[in-house]
């Protein structure tokens, strides 16, 4: 929670917080355990909910949408869902 937070500087936030986990160079067992990344879900008050659990569960789709628009990303509650590639059919 980000209280007094503008969209545009939660984004950025968000986008910092990405960078940094995808920038982790963490070890197990002293061997490198490869890039690690993460998605993110941002919801803003009000446009997104008015109650706390309102802007979790906003958060949480987005979050979800992120998984299922490629992962390693952070999207917006109040974005519009992308739309699938269209496939090129060939004859």
Do not use: C
């Amino acid at each position: 929670m980000l209280p007094e937070v503008s969209l545009e500087e939660t984004q950025k936030i968000a986008e910092k917080i990405r960078l940094g986990v995808k920038q982790l160079n963490l070890k197990s067992h002293h061997q490198s355990v490869g890039a690690i990344t993460i998605s993110l879900g941002v919801a803003i008050f009000p446009q997104d909910g008015w109650t706390s659990d309102q802007l979790l569960e906003s958060a949480d789709q987005a979050l979800y949408r992120a998984n299922k628009e490629g992962r390693d990303r952070v999207v917006t509650a109040s974005e519009p869902e992308k739309s699938p590639p269209l496939l090129k059919v060939l004859s």
